[in-house]
């Protein structure tokens, strides 16, 4: 167990939907990161809030969005869902704003059908 | 621009042999450089990283790598496989002067055959 906490572990839904993946840091971490993993674009970074604030953002699409809350916690919101969203969406955290080498969760597996 | 190239998609060594898996990154300032290993429906798990410290960077389940400013390289190696090194190994690279966002390979598929 890496300590940061995903769910849910699996997501199917349907095109044209809105679902919402949510993560728990490791305790003590105050940035939370979200990635994106598919076949065809491998690894892609989304997304970065550190202690509520976004703090960098890479190539995350105007359909999705995301919070960190005052407990910590992330969540990650996408809508109008299409097939190509179907990935693995990995959340990662790290005890400050420019750490080195971050804790992954087990990540959440969503497919659009 | 920071990017990271792994060479060979696919690599297959005997139990006990090396294991050397190949990544050259490219970086507009000083990197970072990490090993990640991802297992089967898990998530990745850092094996090593170079932070500028040591250029011989050893990681958990006697894995190492090297940083070679020069060949602009961080390859990974292990003097012997095991069955259960079989997973995704996955190099990335982080601007030293952020830290705050990894750009990944595409990753190594590494089988061990008995």
């Known amino acids: 167990d890496s300590g940061v906490t995903q769910t849910p572990k699996h997501l199917i839904t349907a095109t044209g939907q809105r679902v919402t993946l949510r993560c728990s840091p490791r305790?003590?971490?105050?940035?939370v990161y979200w990635y994106q993993q598919s076949l065809d674009q491998g690894l892609q970074f989304l997304i970065q809030y550190y202690n509520g604030e976004e703090r960098a953002k890479g190539n995350i699409l105007e359909r999705f969005s995301a919070q960190q809350f005052p407990d910590l916690h992330s969540e990650l919101n996408l809508s109008s869902l299409e097939l190509g969203d179907s990935a693995l969406y990995f959340c990662a955290s790290s005890p400050n704003r420019d750490s080195y080498g971050y804790t992954f969760g087990s990540g959440t597996r969503l497919t659009v059908v | 621009a920071q990017s990271v190239t792994q060479l060979g998609s696919h690599v297959s060594v005997s139990e006990g042999a090396l294991v050397l898996l190949r990544c050259n990154y490219s970086s507009s300032v000083p990197p970072y450089l990490f090993w990640y290993v991802q297992y089967p429906n898990q998530g990745l798990q850092l094996l090593l990283k170079?932070?500028?410290?040591?250029?011989l960077v050893k990681g958990i389940n006697g894995f190492e790598a090297e940083f070679k400013k020069s060949e602009t390289s961080f390859h990974l190696t292990k003097p012997s496989a095991h069955m259960s090194d079989a997973a995704e190994y996955f190099c990335a690279v982080s601007p030293a002067n952020t830290g705050n966002q990894f750009y990944f390979g595409t990753g190594t598929s590494l089988t061990v055959i008995p």
């Open positions: 305790s003590g971490d105050l940035s």
């Open positions: 170079y932070t500028s410290a040591a250029t």
